[in-house]
């Protein structure tokens, strides 16, 4: 009689431990790492068309369009890039069905290379990013602002001037609290 030896299960590792840096890291190279698997789940090899689309897109489709997903056909002889799936302002939609190959020619002029073949509208809903507002020049006193007048008042240059006049302001400003 034969007995049957149990066979040695393989354990594998699927979390394998981050890898050291043993330096500081950025905050954007450390989100990189840790964005880079949703966004393949998206299509997106990196996140080069997402951060510079507002660049890449012509205008107005800067601003009232988004990258939703980039789908890769499945090994069709002669298929050169993939469909690019955006979200639209509602308002802007029915012309971007009609300006959709502008849109996909700045996107292949950015890259250098065919990357998309196709656009299409996705169904997901746009929402608009608001810009973020600057923050509001602080007050000077009266002296303070008559030093920086003093000061600055001698340069002939007045770009050179309204600069420097602009710099010490918020240097100055920043000092009094």
Known sequence: MTSAKPKAEKIEKTDKPA???????????ALGRALDPALKRRGFANEDLLRHWRAIAPPPYNLVTRPVKLS????????????LHVSCHPGHSLMLQHEGPRLMQAVNAYFGYVL??????????????????????PDLSPARAATLASSVGKIADEGLRAALQSLGRNLMGKKQD
């Open 116 to 137: 998309v073949a196709e656009v299409r509208l996705s169904s997901e809903p746009f929402l608009l990013v608001a810009e973020p507002v600057p923050a509001p020049k």
């Open 72 to 83: 890769w056909p499945k090994r069709t002889p002669g298929a050169d890039g993939a469909i």
């Open 19 to 29: 890898k050291r840096l043993n330096r500081a890291a950025g905050l954007a190279e």
